[in-house]
């Protein structure tokens, strides 16, 4: 069955670093696009980031251009978000997602459990 | 920057029940729209893709409808495991790919 376990969630200052890591399996992650999504305490869900199934096409929100960076290993069958200079408003459980099969990615069919990052001081 | 407005903001009601949730597209785009079910402590699960599609193992009671900017869930017959909240997401002609999520609407026990 499809599984996605996210790690590397913590606290971390205003300013900071973290790795948030995705481990896939129960399916070819090489054939699938990937996301990553974000949900603040209390609050709704938010689309940070998309990469294609090769790498070769990425995608971020305006709020973590520039700042977070999507990435992905096919071989170790994982998916990686680096976010650096972290602000308050980045805490948010993080939810690694599968997106739909095939070149029109149009959903998010699969998720993870989420890892949460507190950024706090 | 596409908006999706769900109402309403929560729905009070009880076990075999109808419940009708609705989403709204501040601009017509695509028939691309995907409704998720969310338990406190948990991760999202998709139920409806591409407006009316069932997702696997989604029962029958949950169904979607619409087109351009006005989208409807519909749960036929409330269980009580159907008491969470729902989001609607859209996704923007491409490129680049953008995906926007409702601000969601909880079903509640009355």
């Known amino acids: 069955q499809v599984q996605l376990v996210e790690s590397g969630g913590g606290l971390v200052k205003p300013g900071g670093s973290l790795r948030l890591s995705c481990a896939a399996s129960?399916?070819?992650?090489?054939?699938?696009?990937m996301s990553w999504i974000r949900q603040a305490p209390g609050k709704g869900l938010e689309w940070v980031s998309y990469?294609?199934?090769?790498?070769?096409?990425?995608y971020y929100s305006d709020s973590v251009k520039g700042r977070f960076t999507i990435s992905r290993d096919n071989a170790k069958n994982s998916l990686y978000l680096q976010m650096n200079r972290l602000r308050a408003e980045d805490t948010a459980v993080y939810y690694c997602?599968?997106?739909?099969?095939?070149?029109?990615?149009?959903?998010?069919?699969?998720w993870g459990q989420g890892t949460l990052v507190t950024v706090s001081s | 920057e596409i908006v999706l407005t769900q109402s309403p903001a929560t729905l009070s009601l009880s076990p075999g029940e109808r419940a009708t949730l609705s989403c709204r597209v501040s601009?017509?785009?695509?028939?691309?729209l995907a409704w998720y079910q969310q338990k406190p402590g948990q991760a999202p699960r998709l139920l409806i893709y591409?407006?009316?599609n069932r997702a696997t193992g989604i029962p029958a009671r949950f169904s979607g409808s619409g087109s351009g900017t006005d989208f409807t869930l519909t749960i036929s017959s409330l269980e009580p495991e159907d008491f969470a909240v729902y989001y609607c997401?859209?996704?923007?002609?491409?490129?680049?790919?953008?995906?926007?999520f409702g601000p969601g609407t909880k079903v509640d026990l009355k």
């Open positions: 997602a599968r997106i739909n099969y095939g070149g029109n990615p149009t959903h998010f069919d699969y």
């Open positions: 591409d407006t009316s």
């Open positions: 990469i294609s199934s090769s790498g070769s096409t990425i």
């Open positions: 601009q017509s785009v695509s028939s691309y």
């Open positions: 997401q859209q996704r923007t002609n491409w490129p680049p790919v953008r995906f926007t």
């Open positions: 129960g399916f070819t992650f090489s054939d699938y696009y």
